[in-house]
């Protein structure tokens, strides 16, 4: 049996890994796969990878990119969710900040520096024209940071996947001012170089299991149902994140890197582009 250790974030988007756990399909194939919720998101997740404490990520694309070009020896080896992620736009639920142009010399909360919440309140301050040199951040970790930080004024609003974050909507202590997605496919799998050169025929097979699941993720029955319990969601908001999101099985293009990091360079996120081969590996 070869273990490999896998790191996601604890979201709707990652229960088909857990479901093809659950019913012992790595297992079937003589891998122990261990998996790992990550409730701090890309920016961990980023770090865990170089310190090898995960050998396979399922991380966002933006913030993955930036950090193989600034020296993480992973590549990504796939696109797993396809659609752009809905970053909702958050702001306490009595605040005065009614709309996304007031937040313009506002505090953003991000879960730490690299994180796709940090990353997004960049996409945002491009998509508003905003003077990318004003953003100031407040650390605040998890989700319950945020809850913290925005509560107590220490920041004024906090970008997160707009679905996880509508029960916070729902209860009254957010209030959502807008949407930011991705233009870019939100998902990857990142594999530690060392791992792929080690146990290339283990990362395929991994590959095909959960793109296997993924194919049919939306067939199985009254999944919605499934994920809205799971996740504390309603059902109706889960049927239309179902409706709004498209799992990949196939490997990220040239064409799709290069759109990336030409929009993060553009918007001053990284300082220089890597090359095709330096960022994904075809296996």
């Not at 491009?126 to 925005?150: C, K, P, Q, S, Y």
Request: with cysteine.
């Amino acid at each position: 049996m070869t273990t490999i250790k896998i790191a996601g974030v604890p979201e709707h988007f990652n229960l088909p890994w857990h479901l093809a756990l659950e019913n012992n399909e790595f297992k079937q194939q003589n891998i122990d796969l261990q998996w790992t919720d990550v409730p701090e998101g890309t920016g961990k997740m980023c770090q865990m990878l170089r310190s090898g404490e995960t050998d396979i990520a399922v991380i966002l694309t933006e913030g993955i990119v930036k950090d193989i070009v600034a020296g993480n020896p992973s590549r990504i080896v796939q696109v797993y969710v396809d659609s752009p992620l809905i970053w909702g736009i958050h702001v306490a639920a009595n605040s005065s900040y009614q709309t996304i142009p007031d937040l313009e010399y506002k505090k953003a909360a991000i879960s730490r520096l690299g994180s796709g919440s940090q990353l997004m309140a960049y996409v945002n301050a491009g998509n508003e024209n905003w003077d990318t040199a004003n953003l100031e951040f407040e650390i605040v970790n998890t989700i319950d940071g945020a809850v913290e930080a925005l509560t107590a004024g220490t920041a004024d609003y906090f970008m997160w996947e707009r679905f996880m974050t509508k029960p916070l909507v729902d209860k009254g202590i957010f209030r959502r001012v807008g949407d930011c997605p991705t233009p870019w496919p939100c998902f990857v799998i990142a594999v530690r170089e060392e791992v792929l050169e080690k146990q290339p025929e283990i990362i395929k097979t991994i590959l095909k299991i959960i793109n296997k699941k993924t194919a049919n993720f939306k067939e199985i029955a009254n999944i919605d149902t499934i994920l809205a319990e799971k996740y504390h969601q309603k059902t109706a908001d889960i049927q239309e994140w179902l409706s709004l999101t498209h799992w990949s099985q196939k490997p990220l293009s040239k064409n799709l890197l290069n759109n990336v990091q030409n929009q993060l360079f553009d918007l001053k996120i990284i300082d220089k582009k890597g090359t095709f081969e330096e960022i994904v590996k075809a296996i």
